[in-house]
């Protein structure tokens, strides 16, 4: 087995998770867990649903591995997964009623950074502005560097969507910043 100072490398330990090892999977979820938090706790801005969606992606990971392809990286596959979650929960939740936790989700987050006297960057803030479905294509292009074409195949849209809502998006917030 490859391994390095105990713990494998990210290719081994897919290709093990796939034929049904156990550890390496465990493996995987561990090392890619801080990344998926932290990327849907800025695409929910709402600390409740991220650890909901994180602990439900992990589930959809275990469940799927068998079917992951290795055209991406691990990591990218869990965004991916965490992603569609995230997107139809805001789907049902538009059909049931508007969102209307939105600002509250915001002051909680705002009140932790507080407490631990950190920074609420006005980038988030304005991020927060923004609709979900507007709001997920600007953080994957501008804050995780995803391409176009990645980014229509995350979010299952077609490419002229993607670009239509970063550019939207764009907009949006430099009219919130003022600039």
């Keep these: 087995m490859e391994a390095i100072a105990g713990t494998m490398d990210e290719e081994t330990a897919v290709r093990l998770a796939i034929r049904g090892?156990?550890?390496a999977l465990?493996?995987?979820l561990r090392d890619n867990y801080a990344l998926l938090y932290?990327?849907?706790l800025k695409v929910t801005m709402h600390k409740a649903m991220?650890?909901?969606?994180?602990?439900?992606t992990m589930v959809k990971a275990i469940e799927r591995i068998g079917s992951f392809q290795r055209k991406s990286k691990f990591s990218t596959w869990l965004?991916?997964?965490?992603?569609?979650?995230?997107?139809?929960e805001m789907r049902k939740k538009q059909r049931e009623r508007k969102w209307q936790t939105g600002e509250?989700?915001?002051q909680a987050i705002r009140f932790e950074t507080a407490m631990r006297q950190e920074e609420w960057p006005e980038m988030l803030e304005a991020l927060g502005t923004l609709s979900y479905d507007i709001r997920v294509p600007v953080l994957l292009k501008y804050y995780?560097?995803?391409?176009?074409?990645?980014?229509?195949a995350l979010l299952d849209i077609p490419m002229g969507t993607v670009?239509?809502?970063?550019?939207?998006?764009?907009?949006?917030l430099r009219k919130e910043l003022g600039r």
């Design 26 to 28: 465990a493996e995987l």
């Design 79 to 88: 965004i991916t997964i965490g992603t569609r979650l995230y997107m139809d």
């Design 104 to 106: 509250q989700a915001l």
């Design 21 to 23: 090892d156990e550890q």
């Design 38 to 40: 932290r990327y849907l």
């Design 144 to 152: 995780y560097g995803y391409a176009y074409d990645e980014i229509a």
């Design 163 to 172: 670009k239509s809502r970063l550019h939207n998006g764009l907009k949006q």
């Design 50 to 56: 991220t650890e909901d969606l994180v602990q439900e």
